[in-house]
Structure formats: C-alpha cells, structure tokens
C-alpha cells in the first residue's frame, strides 16, 4: 500500500537529549513538509523540502533539524534546543511543488519530555 | 506570510442540520484551499479543495465556496452524521513563494445523534 509512516507513534524524551522522529513516503512525491500541532491549534510547518539535497525553514524551524538525503525520507531531528518540544508532529508529501495539489499526511508521532 | 483565520473553534449541530465553517486568508496570491478532516489521534485527511478559478465545488454532502475578492471560503455539511463528528482544518497555499499549506486553527465539530 502507497502512504506515508511516521514512526514511533508514542516518544518520550528526557530534558536535554535529542530525537529523531522518522517519516518515509512510498508516493514518490517531490515534496515533503513536517508539521508541529499543539492542542487547540492549527498546524505549524517546520520545515519543508521540495527535492532532494534541499529543504527550507518553516515558521517555527528554531531548535529543529531536517535532512533528505533521499526522496522517500525526511526525518526530524528535535533538539536540545527546542524549549517546548511536547507535541504531536506530523509529516507530509505532495507530488510536487509547481502546482498546489493535495498533501497526504502520516498518522503523527507523539513526542513527550518527561 | 500566509494568515488563515477559522470560525468557530467548535461547533455542535443536531444529527441532520447542516454546519458552516467559515476561513479567511490573508495572501492575495493564495490559489489553493483544501479542507482536512482529523479524528482523534490520526494525520488529517483531504475531504474537498478548490482552486481560485472555481467559485463553488460540491461533493455529496460537502461544498466549500470561495470569494476571492473578500478572501474568504466556507465548508458547508449537509445532513450531518455522528461520523461526521471531528476536527476540521482550513488550509490556503499559493503556486508562488513558499508553496506549502497554512492551516487555520481548526473547528471541533460535534454531531448530536
């Protein structure tokens, strides 16, 4: 089956370290998007990237890390830096970047600091 | 940047009435606007998008509707199900600059049966 998978589905991190949440497409979409949403808001990009080897910041990229090394994978790094990382983070892809089309979204993964 | 603006954060309608969900944007460039539905604890899903050459789409019970000149669209249900019952974004996005969606804060939709 096409889709997206994020994984784990349930994370917690200690104060002070850093995670890697990971996102892997079999869509073979161009573009890829990570999103931040807290309770009660609306989602916030991250970071997005529309081709390999580049990416770009998004609204609330400060203490977040990105790479896409290869098409299919766009993984977060949450860092030590992130003040407030609890949230649910999701990522996305769409086919391409010229021309608006539809975003697919994984099922999120849940990040706790304890 | 992009600002989209939802209304009303939540939303109880009777099983059968129909529920209105309004967004406002911000980016006259703005040319896309999909809506996504999210249950609890899922990644949203697309349920209808319009493009800013189209005044009105329909799909069954779902129609969104678009004024470019006020900036703003609406989600309309008709006949509204228990199923129906989630969190539903509003997102507007252009062809230019940087090409990814901006979501509105979201509405609680609840369904009385």
């Known amino acids: 089956d096409g889709g997206i998978t994020q994984s784990p589905k349930y994370l917690f991190r200690k104060e002070g370290q850093n995670v890697t949440l990971s996102c892997e497409q079999n869509l073979n979409h161009d573009a890829m998007y990570w999103y931040r949403q807290d309770p009660g808001q609306g989602l916030r990009l991250i970071y997005y990237?529309?081709?390999?080897?580049?990416?770009q910041k998004g609204d609330i990229a400060e203490g977040y890390s990105v790479s896409r090394e290869k098409k299919e994978s766009f993984p977060l790094t949450v860092t030590s830096a992130q003040k407030n990382p609890t949230a649910f983070y999701l990522c996305a892809s769409s086919v391409r970047v010229t021309l608006n089309t539809e975003a697919f979204f994984g099922q999120g993964t849940r990040l706790t600091v304890v | 940047g992009e600002n989209v603006e939802q209304h009303p954060s939540t939303l109880s309608v009777q099983e059968g009435d129909s529920a209105v969900i309004k967004c406002t944007y911000s980016d006259s460039a703005s040319n896309y606007f999909p809506w996504y539905k999210q249950e609890l604890g899922k990644g949203p899903q697309l349920i209808i998008d319009i493009r800013s050459n189209v005044g009105e789409k329909k799909d069954q019970r779902i129609a969104v509707t678009l004024n470019k000149t006020a900036k703003h669209f609406s989600l309309h249900i008709t006949e509204t199900q228990p199923e129906d019952s989630a969190v539903y974004f509003c997102a507007a996005s252009s062809d230019t600059g940087r090409r990814a969606l901006t979501f509105g804060s979201g509405t609680r939709l609840q369904v009385q049966p």
């Open positions: 990237s529309q081709i390999v080897n580049d990416f």
